[in-house]
């Protein structure tokens, strides 16, 4: 099962990579075209702008582990191990509802969106925001994961300094 996660990770850092290095060369060509030829291209600050919405969600969803956020943990790092274990249980379960209940509105939203295209490249917008569903849904699973480990009385928690249990 870690090899299959380790695999599918990987392609998801490379999808990230890419977005990263389709960004980067539309800025590198929006910068030579305003500044050396004096000939402004309208796309580049558009797909610039959606390419960096969809690497922030989908960097987000896959390619951050839990020790990569940040996080407000000042009650919970002074806890017992009791205390941390029921203090995740309650923020997990309280990150699942509010992702769920949040669901139904915001693909309502994304599919409300085809109807609109992004202003000089034309892209429908639901194709634009549809990241933010994915992200979502892996918000969800990973949160539900977690849970499991929890409820399950398994390490769901890497100490200071290791990788990731989760």
């Known amino acids: 099962m870690r090899a299959v996660l380790g695999f599918l990770k990987a392609r998801a850092e490379n999808v990230a990579v ?51 956020h940040v996080k407000f943990d000042l009650f919970y790092a002074s806890g017992g191990a009791r205390a941390r274990r029921v203090m995740a249980a309650v923020s997990a379960v309280a990150i699942i509802a509010g992702f769920v209940a949040a669901l139904p509105a915001t693909v309502d939203y994304i599919t409300f969106y085809k109807i609109k295209k992004s202003t000089v490249m034309r892209i429908r917008l639901d194709v634009v925001f549809s990241v933010y569903a994915v992200f979502a849904l892996a918000v969800i699973a990973h949160y539900a994961w ?6 399950r009385g398994r390490r769901f928690e890497a100490p200071a300094g290791e990788a990731d249990a989760t």
């Open 18 to 68: 890419a977005l990263m290095t389709a960004m980067f060369a539309t800025f590198i060509l929006q910068i030579g075209s305003r500044y050396v030829f004096n000939a402004p291209l309208g796309w580049t600050l558009e797909l610039c702008l959606t390419l960096w919405l969809w690497v922030v969600f989908w960097g987000a969803a896959f390619c951050l582990d839990d020790r990569d």
């Open 146 to 151: 977690r849970l499991w480990l929890i409820v």
